[in-house]
């Protein structure tokens, strides 16, 4: 079935590093992906997103390119901030019609020290 | 507006207790959802409803029971709950149910005791 692989961390960085948040797919279709966020205490909020591929969603520094030949969105941001510590979901839409829904990977805790 | 309010922020319940989790949505969205969230794992489908209509019920036991009174509306009915039931449940909507991103709410955090 329809499914997301995602590295699982716990990923720790210092302030101003190179974050990458690895996220695969399963092959099925031509799915939408989608990054994301998930503050402490909070619900999750979409970071960024792709419909078809070679698509790159942006947002607050944060950039994904959906790479067909590789099955994979992975999440990259230049400098992260503290204000980035947060748990990282990807995910994918699964078929079409009234069945259809997000399968989300496992998700990724990112702690970003100053 | 992308916002999704839900009520309450918080709620703790016993056993035989009859509680409701409400939903809201003025973003014109015909799709809503419920998934719950427990710690550290992602969240899980439980129901959507696309025009108001359920579309998907994900075998969730009859103690929890949806309702879309209207396109801006969901509630969640919640009865003779286990301990095991406590967990974050998060309200979202879409556009459709079709490929569009969702938008979640803050969630509710219910704990069963």
């Known amino acids: 079935g329809d499914s997301v692989t995602q590295m699982e961390g716990p990923v720790t960085l210092s302030e101003e590093a190179f974050l990458t948040i690895n996220c695969t797919y399963t092959a099925t279709g031509y799915p939408s992906l989608f990054w994301y966020v998930q503050y402490p205490g909070e619900g999750l909020q979409l970071l960024l997103k792709a419909t078809k591929a070679d698509d790159k969603g942006s947002n607050k520094g944060f950039e994904a390119t959906y790479r067909k030949e590789t099955t994979s969105f992975h999440l990259e941001k230049g400098s992260v901030q503290v204000s980035d510590s947060a748990v990282y979901f990807c995910?994918?839409?699964?078929?079409?019609?009234?069945?259809?829904?997000?399968?989300f990977g496992k998700g990724t805790l990112l702690t970003v020290n100053p | 507006d992308t916002e999704v309010t839900q009520t309450p922020k918080h709620l703790v319940m016993g056993m035989t207790n009859k509680k409701s989790l409400k939903c809201e949505q003025h973003m014109g969205h015909r799709a809503m959802y419920w998934y719950k969230q427990k710690a550290k794992k992602p969240p899980e489908l439980m129901f959507v409803y696309s025009y108001e209509k359920l579309s998907i019920n994900e075998s969730v036991p009859s103690r929890f029971s949806p309702e879309c009174p209207n396109s801006s509306l969901l509630n969640l009915h919640l009865h003779a709950l286990q301990p095991e039931d406590s967990a974050l449940y998060l309200c979202?909507?879409?556009?459709?149910?079709?490929?569009?991103?969702?938008?979640f709410g803050p969630g509710t955090r219910l704990t069963v005791t």
């Open positions: 995910a994918r839409g699964t078929s079409g019609g009234s069945n259809y829904k997000l399968t």
């Open positions: 979202a909507s879409s556009r459709g149910q079709n490929a569009y991103e969702q938008y």
